[in-house]
């Protein structure tokens, strides 16, 4: 079947530790986004790929990084800098460049706690 | 930049009853598509309906319709009979389509509805 799938779904790390969230999809879909949810909050976006060797940043794209290697992977790595990394991490994905007019399709998420 | 608005934390609304979340928008792309998505209390992420910047008519998918008022940049949905089912967190997001920000969608905080019944 045809979808996005993030893993771990629940991740736990100690402070200092760079934390990395895998984001695989097989919807041959150019663009790729990382989300951040915090509790009963909408969702803001880390970074964002619409093709292959490249990606940019998003509205909170501090403590974060990215890679994008392969047009089916999106890694997102949290890195120590990230001062309150406890959340709810989506990864999502949507249709071909330039056809922006097709919905995202989402993981099921990642949740982060620092320990 | 963008920017989307949901005034609404909250919202009930009794069953079969038609319910409006509301979404407010700001954009300098004349290019933009205007996407709703619900996400249950499971925190799965599903889409609801899509309106494009330059569609003439208002989109609809089965009970849910979207209100789309391109002068006053709202793009509110519209829930009709609501059920049970559709007690959830619903989502309002934009994606510009040119410019240096092509491709980028932005959520709003969203709206908790629930259907009493």
């Known amino acids: 079947d045809g979808g996005i799938t993030q893993s771990p779904k629940y991740l736990f790390r100690k402070e200092g530790q760079n934390v990395t969230l895998s984001c695989e999809q097989n919807?041959?879909?150019?663009?790729m986004y990382w989300y951040r949810q915090d509790p009963g909050q909408g969702l803001r976006l880390i970074y964002y790929?619409?093709?292959?060797?490249?990606?940019q940043k998003g509205d909170i794209a501090e403590g974060y990084s990215v890679s994008r290697e392969k047009k089916e992977s999106f890694p997102l790595t949290v890195t120590s800098a990230q001062k309150n990394p406890t959340a709810f991490y989506l990864c999502?994905?949507?249709?071909?460049?330039?056809?922006?007019?097709?919905?995202?399709?989402f993981g099921q998420g990642t949740r982060l706690t620092v320990v | 930049a963008q920017k989307i608005t949901q005034t609404q934390p909250g919202m009930f609304v009794q069953e079969k009853e038609a319910v409006t979340l509301d979404c407010t928008y700001d954009?300098?792309?004349?290019?933009?598509?205007l996407f709703w998505y619900k996400q249950p209390s499971s925190g799965e992420m599903i889409f609801l309906i899509y309106?494009?910047?330059?569609?003439?008519q208002n989109a609809t998918e089965g009970r849910y319709s979207l209100n789309f008022q391109k002068a006053r940049k709202s793009a509110n949905l519209v829930i009709s009979a609501s059920q049970l089912g559709d007690s959830a967190m619903y989502f309002c997001?934009?994606?510009?389509?040119?410019?240096?920000?092509?491709?980028?969608?932005?959520f709003g905080d969203g709206t908790t509805l629930t259907v009493k019944p």
């Open positions: 999502a994905s949507s249709g071909r460049t330039g056809m922006w007019n097709t919905e995202a399709f």
């Open positions: 919807l041959n879909h150019d663009a």
């Open positions: 790929s619409q093709i292959v060797n490249d990606f």
């Open positions: 954009t300098s792309d004349p290019s933009y598509g």
């Open positions: 309106q494009g910047s330059y569609d003439q």
């Open positions: 997001a934009m994606r510009e389509f040119e410019g240096t920000n092509a491709g980028k969608s932005t």
